[in-house]
């Protein structure tokens, strides 16, 4: 089900925001469709082109909002590496990369070009270490976009919206630190608004998925607690969702991530009650996908495949499934609803 | 400004649940007023009598919402103590005491008569491991009561109301984990409802006081960073909020706590834009109420003054702030208003 054209978009096509920095990897796309075109909203990660023995990364000036690079030496002892993607120097924590949304459009939802500048950019306080991993939910006709919000106070997701992708309106801040994985339902059940989120849970717990309800999308709450890691399985140390939630005859469909202790990062695949979505009605106990081919198993952080979205190809039975492979790129998998819902059908029980 | 009377409720003076536990601590108070009383919210920590060689600590048994008493051998390896209120075992975190939330009321702010019996008492999957520290916002008739809920997935804040004390009904789970230290304000400001919570922030940043709005209460966002530790200080190592903000010609007074990096905690004062409480207009240097009598130095968890609630007493110039003091009995302090409002004139310079 890996389209053969893949990957479909890698870092070399995309051109950094200035000329000193290079894009390690563009991933992670939220998905939607707008005026005829799939549209994906890209996480491109950037940083300063390397320097010998030195650690340089893009920050903003919370003064001007401008981007400035902070140096540090690779011989420092009060720098400390967690992995690729993450490191602390004097008990900070920082990004090794700084991300923005972007936009590629397609007709077919294979070939797609991609804009030569940000969609949207870091901007303010919240935003100090970059934005990450969006996802749009369309409800009537305004496209609203969450994405990751990464500053020294951690890790938020923030709101916005657009009916155009032309301008855009930042809406606030909708889960405050630590949290991530937020999928919003695209319309209102019971007349609520749901949404899946991934709250850090430190000692207590490995992150688990919840679901909280709202009545306007910008306040959130009823939080309660959807799901969590499986030990010893494929989705062991943490989960969170995936794909914007997809209305079916047999349930919300929900494509969610899990990463193994090993941080392998597969796809499972979840059915939600169509009328209490905090109602688990299916889950997957094996992956749905998981990394095999060589762009997914080797790159910026090797043995991911991780989603965003999803769209349903005008006319067809066709769900597109995009993903980031490896944190490096973006590729996508079509699934034939009719196997996908005989699939459902047949572990459902329904 | 300490009453002489200190420490006013002491563990041995609360009858415990059960005829096998014991009361290790009654602390951290939420207060209001009531039929012209002080009402007092206390925190109960309670745990099964010592046997030799054991560590025993109740737990809600998910299927019934019944106390259970769940038994580690204190040589088994996989057990890790972190403090003397947690520990860890198999990686999972727990708690060495349940806590429930029981009234006492008084006539004069002094003298308290505690209920025979818990007001709310843990229920259901959020509060596994025992409900605590409660802050109580009156707004009109209603008494918002919100507490920390603890359970195996962390560490939340549920929301309930009462009109007189006597029942009470549970309203949802408004701030997910990790959050606690919420404090409501007690009217709308610009027709939104606004509470301080502290978020755990992880490996970004220590513990920091954040803010939030509502139209309902029940729903939450529009979340923005308030104010950190400071480095070095009294309050280094977290801070968070501690009474309901009280409004005054300054602006909001909020007496908040710090821990330094050994973990003593003292309360600070800020004061918050009356208008725009997102704005901090003076934050104390040096702590306004510091351990150093004997019951503040020495307990469960010595070097602790932690505050939830203070109240005027009608007719008086006298503002009674209630407190938890070395995580063992509760304390009040008398502040002069009018000695206050002129330390506070002095040094916000309004």
């Not at 890209?42 to 650690?55: D, N, T, W």
């Not at 870091?122 to 934005?131: F, K, M, Q």
């Not at 169509?274 to 009605?281: I, R, Y």
Request: hydrophobic share 35%; charged share 20%.
């Amino acid at each position: 089900m890996r389209c053969i054209e893949n990957p479909l978009i890698t870092p070399e096509s995309i051109p950094p925001t200035r000329a000193d920095f290079e894009v390690v990897s563009v991933i992670n796309p939220a998905v939607t469709q707008y005026n005829g075109q799939v549209i994906l909203l890209m996480r491109v990660c950037e940083r300063p082109i390397s320097q010998s023995g030195k650690l340089r990364t893009p920050v903003l000036d919370l003064k001007n909002s401008e981007v400035k690079i902070k140096t540090f030496s690779l011989n420092d002892p009060q720098l400390q590496y967690s992995d690729v993607r993450v490191f602390k120097y004097n008990n900070r924590s920082y990004l090794t990369t700084m991300s923005h949304l972007r936009i590629a459009r397609s007709s077919n939802g294979i070939d797609f070009v991609t804009d030569e500048k940000p969609f949207i950019f870091p901007y303010g306080p919240d935003e100090e270490y970059g934005i990450e991993d969006a996802r749009i939910t369309k409800i009537n006709s305004i496209f609203y976009i969450y994405y990751v919000a990464v500053s020294r106070y951690g890790i938020s997701t923030v709101l916005a919206e657009t009916e155009d992708f032309e301008s855009f309106k930042r809406l606030g801040m909708i889960f405050a630190p630590q949290n991530k994985d937020v999928a919003v339902f695209p319309q209102r059940i019971n007349g609520k608004y749901y949404a899946l989120f991934r709250p850090d849970t430190g000692d207590f717990a490995n992150p688990c998925m919840w679901i909280g309800s709202s009545d306007d999308l910008l306040h959130w709450g009823n939080y309660t607690y959807l799901m969590g890691p499986r030990p010893n399985t494929w989705d062991s140390k943490r989960i969170g969702a995936g794909t914007v939630p997809l209305k079916t005859d047999h349930g919300w469909l929900e494509i969610y991530h899990g990463a193994s202790d090993k941080d392998v990062y597969s796809l499972g695949l979840i059915l939600l009650d169509l009328e209490d979505p905090s109602k688990v009605l299916f889950r997957s106990e094996k992956p749905f996908f998981s990394p095999v081919e060589s762009y997914e198993r080797l790159g910026f952080f090797s043995d991911v495949v991780f989603t965003n979205g999803m769209t349903v190809l005008p006319g067809t039975d066709t769900l597109m499934l995009y993903y980031g492979a490896a944190d490096t790129c973006i590729c996508a998998a079509r699934l034939d609803m009719q196997e996908l819902f005989g699939y459902l059908r047949i572990h459902s029980n329904r």
